[in-house]
């Protein structure tokens, strides 16, 4: 279909935006980008929605719905000032924004805190306490003006130097943050700096395409706390944002919230959420069932198919969340990438999506680049069981009648299911896995090298929640000396491809990079990526607004009861 471009009033919006910003308005232009991927890119680049609408129509496309925000999905038609019940999975460790690293944690996070930005269920950037960002030519810097007229829960005025402070924190090198996992490579306490009251500037230590997204809620550790306020305090106080103010908090129990009635935004709907922690899927499923809570954060299609069967609502998303499958490629006989094939070459994917998640699920090829993500090149060949091909490479590797090893994995949805299909698949080609499922604080221990069973054992099969972009999955686990890198993968082209990728700005230039990536992690196959699921919130009938994100977050600021 032919567009019919008005390029004079297209012109005088160009005149507003940056070189990148005008970069990505051409590739739509051209019609080599599609209209949801400008969208997204738009958003990532700080193109505001106002001026992304008048894009849209100078260039013949629709302006509505250029963006979604939380509650969208499930809109409010019940009255305000119900009590909503909810039931998550249990935080594994004290709520500390430096170092919450699971689901439960990052949950409890963003029930009063918030971020510069929001990535929303359709993969777009929504300003929150950043109100719009904007990148230099070579998108090494970035340039943030942060809301104004926004309090802390404690009545303390938001400041630019409060998002200095937060950043400083959180990139330390020499501290415990979570939040390296993204930042690592990327940005440094000296490359946050305060430019005025309401403005903050960020240089990275080399270009970056998707920056932004790790200031939003994908980059769950980095709700904006006040001025040199005490991490290590947060679970007492809570004190952020949000629309929601702490009531209550019980380790191991569960926590309630009440509305924030001098937040700077739209006032939450409830008058209060309450929260139960539970510790296995069973019990969040019958609690759900049994009238107990009104909303289940996730589930999993295993345990949880009564869900399933049209007597509750269901959200279902799309996303990037997975599974990694680690083998540790410094310890024999991992060290021989045929052996990594042939354990991958063991397993019936199709056939796994449909055990344990009844098609709710895409196929993974053992790369992290997932269906969801524009820039996912689709040339590479998918990979399919072969088991004759299998025991081939374990005789070329020397290992003709197998051997035995031994996977750790910990009690979470499906994981323990998976394992087992793992270890009966692996039998196929003569080799012995002894499992061992561990609960998740056992499991992450301290989440560093030697002190945690995830980052050291000999195979390792870990949770991955989803991100919007797939930086954090292509460094944190797989660069040399990435923060989460269980199977100890050190490989100087892979490095040096996902530098190239990091810096593009455009979906053309990352789709090329990535494809040369998602075919060398199939030569190396330091990690099984075999599905990215969909993840699943449930309510009962009669809930409305519930927002969940795709990476684990529930926003109930918009649920009501009808």
Not at 65 to 87: E, L, M, N, Q, Y
Not at 239 to 244: A, D
Request: charged share 15%.
């Amino acid at each position: 279909m032919t567009r019919k471009i008005d390029q004079r009033w297209l012109g005088r919006l160009r005149q507003d935006q940056g070189e990148i910003a005008n970069h990505i308005i051409d590739e739509f232009a051209a019609g080599r980008l599609s209209r949801r991927d400008f969208i997204r890119r738009a958003t990532v680049v700080g193109i505001s929605a106002p001026a992304l609408g008048s894009i849209l129509a100078a260039c013949g496309s629709t302006s509505s719905s250029t963006s979604s925000s939380p509650g969208s999905s499930s809109s409010a038609t019940g009255a305000p000032g119900a009590v909503i019940k909810a039931g998550i999975v249990t935080p594994t460790a004290t709520i500390n924004p430096v170092t919450v690293a699971d689901q439960g944690g990052l949950d409890m996070l963003a029930q009063t805190g918030e971020y510069l930005c929001l990535s929303g269920q359709g993969l777009t950037l929504q300003p929150v306490l950043a109100t719009s960002w904007t990148p230099n030519a070579t998108a090494d810097v970035w340039t943030f003006k942060i809301r104004q007229g926004v309090k802390f829960q404690n009545g303390a005025p938001l400041t630019a130097a409060d998002v200095v402070y937060t950043y400083k924190l959180q990139t330390d090198p020499a501290g415990k943050s979570n939040a390296l996992s993204a930042f690592k490579g990327v940005l440094t306490p000296d490359g946050v700096t305060q430019v005025d009251d309401q403005t903050v500037q960020f240089k990275l230590a080399a270009p970056n395409g998707n920056f932004p997204y790790l200031t939003s809620s994908d980059n769950y550790n980095m709700i904006i706390i006040p001025n040199n306020y005490s991490p290590a305090q947060w679970q007492s106080t809570f004190v952020g944002t949000g629309p929601f103010k702490l009531g209550s908090y019980t380790p191991k129990v569960g926590a309630s919230f009440t509305r924030n009635e001098s937040y700077w935004g739209t006032k939450a709907l409830p008058s209060q959420t309450q929260f139960t922690f539970y510790d296995t899927p069973a019990a969040s499923v019958l609690a759900l069932t049994g009238g107990t809570i009104d909303v289940l954060g996730q589930f999993a299609v295993t345990g949880g198919e009564a869900l399933l069967n049209g007597s509750y609502n269901v959200i279902k998303l799309k996303t990037s969340a997975h599974r990694e499958l680690s083998m540790r490629t410094d310890q024999a006989p991992f060290t021989d990438p045929r052996v990594r094939q042939a354990i991958a070459l063991t397993l019936n994917r199709p056939d796994i999506i449909t055990a344990l998640w009844k098609g709710f699920a895409d196929l993974g090829n053992d790369s992290p680049f997932a269906p969801v993500f524009p820039s996912t090149s689709t040339s590479v060949p998918q990979r399919t069981q072969n088991i004759a091909m299998a025991k081939s490479l374990l005789s070329a590797a020397g290992h003709p009648s197998g051997f035995s090893t031994k996977l750790i994995t910990e009690e979470f949805l499906e994981i323990p299911q998976y394992a087992q299909i793992v270890v009966q698949a692996a039998a196929a080609i003569g080799v012995k896995i002894n499992l061992t499922v561990e609960s998740s604080t056992q499991y992450y221990g301290q989440a560093t090298f030697g002190n945690s069973d995830w980052l050291d054992a000999t195979m390792s099969l870990v949770d991955y929640g989803h991100r919007s972009v797939p930086n954090v999955f292509l460094t944190a686990p797989l660069q040399t000396g990435g923060t989460w890198n269980a199977a100890h993968f050190a490989n100087s082209s892979y490095d040096k491809l996902v530098t190239q990728y990091i810096a593009a700005t455009d979906v053309s230039t990352q789709k090329t990079i990535a494809g040369q990536i998602q075919q060398l992690l199939l030569t190396e196959t330091p990690i099984i990526f075999a599905y990215f699921y969909n993840y699943l919130t449930a309510t009962a009938m009669g809930i409305t607004g519930v927002y969940p994100t795709a990476i684990g977050h529930l926003f109930l600021y918009n649920a009501a009861k009808s």
